[in-house]
Every structure is written in structure tokens, then in C-alpha cells.
């Protein structure tokens, strides 16, 4: 058998696999035939949206801060007991620097601690959706649209993207893999050797990718039961549209100065997407939002409701390449903006080939 036909039965092997697990995965939460969300991802991250990524960078930056303020305040105590057995002066030159110091790490550790989410609440989080609703001009829109657009322009919000699209989900787990292959692809169209990509998995030494990269982390698409999730956290497996009820305005329950409190919810809540542009709408996107509780989504909920699939390098290879043939998803197709209309037809039609590295 040519090698490049045992190459692609090796990728297909592991591809096969990727999808027999994402089957179970989707059994196991009971949602095998209909009803799933699934999320991709390039990394093996948390399932925690972005507002709260930092918060335990935070914790950690408190706790080292901590623990330094409590050393210096050792070393002062330290000098000033030397001072008081010699019947001196209790401050000099050293105490009155370690003074200074004890006070700035205090002060600092101060401001450390009121950027701690309390109830939920982000510091600063009310203040970004005001300057972000207000420079955008979007007053007629709902609190909730103007959420689902800061998602959508990067600014950090309590919403996690999802969507009904399996196909979709799988094109953002293996997008790093996509555009790193692609510099392969490029020197196939011009080589009558046997496919480059292919070989890919062999290519490889000390996890270094084709371009000379790091190979990017394990690529994962994780499957929602969003039903089940809607049961847990509002009591009726009804998926849910925040727009209906004003009393469950965003604004309201997170960003208010005097919120009511018997509407906010702890669990993240599934919402379906009524504010939905062209982007969103092409991929076809809905969203989990936090709530109070503010841990990642997949240590709130149990393995029946959401679980995560990874994909071996072989079968992101592999997953790659039906998506380009079989999937006929592109960027374009994706995104549905004109940056991406511009980078597919550069892609397509003007790539020059690459100079082919020694396998």
C-alpha cells in the first residue's frame, strides 16, 4: 500500500474514533438525534466566559501580595523589637522605610481586592455596557442585544458563544490547525508528489508544526444539553428568551444600582438569540449566560448535561480536510464579513506557492 494511502487510513482511523465519542458524548447527555449545542475550541479551556477568565490570575496576584505584606510587616515588627531592647527610638532610618513599604503593599493589595466579583458582579462591568451603549448609539436596541454585540466586537462579557452547528463548532476547534495546513496545501497544488498533508503527523518533530510554530493545544468541542441546563437553573426545560420579560432586562439584574434580587439566577441560563445579525445568524449562535455562581460552566453542571470531546492531531488533520471538502465551510462562510470575503479569495486565487521543506 503507498504510504500516502496509509497515511490518510491513519488519519481516518483517529477521525472515526473523534466521531464515536462525540456520539457517545451526545447519548450522555441526552441529546443523541436533536437538541444540542456544541462549543469549539483551539484549546482545552475552561468553559468560563471572559469577564471572569482573570479572576483567579487575581487571586493568585492577592494571595502572593498577601503574603508579602505579611513578611515586610514581620521585618518591621522585627526591627522596631530590636529598637525597644536597646531603649530606642522606635523609628529610624530601616523602620521608616519598612513603614512606607507596609503601607503602599496594604494600599495596593486594597485595590487588588475591590476588582473581586461580589455576588457575581464584575467591577466595572456596569460601567462598561453604560460608555459601551452609549458610544454605540444602540439606545432602541435591548440590554441583551447590546450584550450579544460587545460579545460579538471582543469587549469581555458573562456570555458563552455556543451554537446549533455541529460543523460550525468543529471549524473553531481546528481554525489554528485550518491555517497552519493551509501552507501545506498551497505546495500540494503545485507538487505531483504525493500529498504533503498527509504526512503531517510524521512531519512532526519535538511538537513543532509545519510553519515552524508550536502545535497549537489539543483542539476540543465540547456538547451542551441546553434543556437540561434551562431545567437546572429556571425550573421548566424551556429554552429562553430574556427579551419577553422587561423585569429580566440585563440591565436590570447585573448592571442597576438597586438590582432585584429574587430574579437574578446562580446557574448560567441557556438564551436563544432574537438579536441575531448575519454572523451570528450564519453560525447559527446562541449563548449561555452566567449567573452569581461564577466558576467555569462545566464545574457547576454534572457530566449529563455538558461534556467535552478532544481530537487527536491525526484527526484534527483529518477534520481539516472534510470540512474543506466535504463541509464546504470557509471563512467567509463563517464569518459573513468583508475581511473574510478578502483573506478566502487571496487564499484561492493569489497564493504563491512555498518553497517545500525536506520531510
Known sequence: MPDSERDWEETQAHWDKFLAEMRLARAAVGATYAGAWFRGQTHSWKLTPSIFRDIPKLEAEIQDLEAKLMA???????????LRRRAMDLEDEVTTRLSRDVSALAKQLERLKQRRPAEGHVPGEGRAFVEYRFRSAVHHQSSWQTLAEMQHYCVPTRLLDWTESFIHALAFALEKYADRLAILWI????????????????????????????????????????????????????????????????????????????????????????????????QRGVFTCHGTDIRPLEEQLTSRTVRAVQLTPEAAIHGVRFLSEVGGLDRFAMFRDKDSLGRKTRDEFLSLPLKRKDA
Not at 72 to 82: I, N, P, T, V
Not at 198 to 213: K, N, T
Request: aromatic share 12%; net charge neutral.
Open 187 to 282: 505546495n500540494d497544488r503545485y507538487s505531483e508528489e504525493p500529498p504533503q498533508v498527509l504526512r503531517f503527523h510524521r512531519l512532526q518533530c519535538d511538537h513543532a508544526m509545519p510553519d515552524g510554530s508550536r502545535e497549537p493545544d489539543t483542539p476540543t468541542v465540547w456538547v451542551l444539553n441546553p434543556y437540561k441546563l434551562a431545567e437546572a437553573s429556571k425550573g421548566r426545560n424551556v429554552l429562553w428568551d430574556p427579551t419577553l420579560n422587561p423585569l429580566d432586562d440585563y440591565f436590570k439584574l447585573f448592571v442597576d444600582d438597586q438590582p432585584d434580587p429574587s430574579r437574578r439566577f446562580s446557574l448560567p441560563i441557556p438564551i436563544l438569540s432574537p438579536w441575531r445579525d448575519e454572523r451570528v445568524a450564519a
Open 72 to 82: 515586610y510587616r514581620h521585618k518591621l515588627e522585627k526591627a522596631r523589637s530590636f
